[in-house]
């Protein structure tokens, strides 16, 4: 079993920036991939960004040039640097690991935290 634990969200101004952080604890072989998520009332769950474990990211348009994902595997943690920060940006925030849990099966399970409220002010 795998347990993502998110911090780092809060109340900032617009304009303003914030640093998430998710580490990733349990029966962890391999991480192919972390990736952070968005989602707000009545709407669907959508990308922000994602890290491979060799260190590929890959960002929707909208995120691209304010946020900034990064990893440490050594730790099993993925950071979300965010930048610039708008209104729109509000939103909980659900890490997200592919893991693969032992060294004799080659199967990556999905697994999600609980979230991070973010809170951007006008």
């Known amino acids: 079993q795998v347990q993502l634990v998110e911090s780092g969200g809060g109340l900032v101004q617009a304009g303003g920036s914030l640093r998430l952080s998710c580490a990733a604890s349990?029966?962890?072989?391999?991480?192919?991939?972390m990736a952070w998520h968005r989602q707000t009332p009545g709407k669907q769950r959508e990308l922000v960004a994602a890290?491979?474990?060799?260190?590929?990211?890959n960002y929707p348009d909208s995120m691209k040039g304010r946020f900034t994902i990064s990893r440490d595997n050594a730790k099993n943690t993925v950071y979300l640097q965010m930048n610039s920060l708008k209104p729109e940006d509000t939103a909980v925030y659900y890490c997200?690991?592919?893991?693969?849990?032992?060294?004799?099966?080659?199967?990556?399970?999905?697994?999600w935290g609980q979230g991070t409220q973010v809170t951007v002010s006008s």
């Open positions: 997200n690991a592919i893991v693969r849990s032992t060294w004799y099966s080659t199967e990556f399970s999905d697994y």
């Open positions: 349990g029966s962890i072989f391999r991480i192919n991939a």
């Open positions: 890290i491979t474990s060799d260190g590929n990211t």
